[in-house]
């Protein structure tokens, strides 16, 4: 199947700093991608969908300016947490979506945690 | 609103069973549906992509049915292994974009 890297795995920041996170498709082209977040013990949970060239679509209650995303090529979007706090420590998951199939492929997520 | 409902939560069964996981959406105007396999502290991997006009697809000891009309899917695990264990999840386009998923069913196989 289709490959999704996301970079880095695991990050550990202060509160108050600020955090990028990358997720590109490998070997094929994603018009779309979306970004979830997880908690221990329950599913993604959907936080924006993020098309080429064009500004993301958030969903209800997550802020956009402080899960700023840009999605710049086809191969490539990026999600930035600013001013991080604890509580904003999760598991964040991006996927693509093949143009041509429409199936999604699941990055292997980022582990983030807010001292 | 459509809503993904997975049953059961749990499941643990001895090696080398039969088992069947459970799906139901409420929905039905779907184009596709698809599986998912999660680890701990991983990503998701697609185990199975099911298209609306399809009636089931196959790969390796799964097995993926979908019933549209009764807003149903049932994912098939033939023979299991250990290395089977996982989260499974399932999940449906709402709209043309963002997936909805289920809670996922947490599996257990035991050597």
């Known amino acids: 199947g289709a490959v999704v890297s996301q970079h880095p795995s695991r990050v550990i920041c202060k509160s108050g700093t600020s955090v990028k996170i990358e997720c590109r498709s490998l070997?094929?082209?994603?018009?779309?991608m979306f970004w979830y977040r997880q908690f221990p013990k329950q599913s993604l949970m959907l936080m924006a969908t993020?098309?080429?060239?064009?500004?993301?679509?958030?969903e209800q209650g997550v802020e956009k300016d402080k899960f700023l995303i840009n999605h710049a090529s086809l191969t490539l979007s990026t999600l930035t947490v600013t001013s991080a706090h604890p509580e904003d420590s999760s598991f964040y998951i991006c996927s693509a979506k093949d143009s041509f199939t429409n199936e999604q492929f699941f990055g292997p997520g980022t582990r983030l945690t807010v001292l | 609103k459509q809503e993904v409902t997975q049953i059961p939560a749990a499941l643990s069964v001895p090696e080398g069973e039969n088992l069947v996981l459970n799906c139901s959406f409420t929905d039905s105007a779907i184009y596709n549906l698809q599986w998912f396999r999660q680890d701990p502290g991983k990503g998701l991997t697609s185990l199975l992509l099911?298209?609306?006009?399809?009636r089931e697809q196959t790969s390796g000891r799964l097995n993926a049915s979908l019933d549209k009309s009764s807003g149903r899917s049932t994912l098939y695990i033939a023979a299991s292994q250990p290395g089977d264990s996982a989260t499974y999840l399932c999940?449906?386009?709402?709209?043309?974009?963002?997936?909805?998923f289920g809670q996922g069913t947490r599996l257990t196989i035991n050597p």
């Open positions: 999940a449906v386009p709402q709209g043309a974009q963002k997936l909805v």
């Open positions: 099911i298209q609306s006009s399809q």
């Open positions: 993020s098309n080429e060239g064009s500004k993301a679509t958030y």
């Open positions: 070997d094929f082209q994603a018009t779309t």
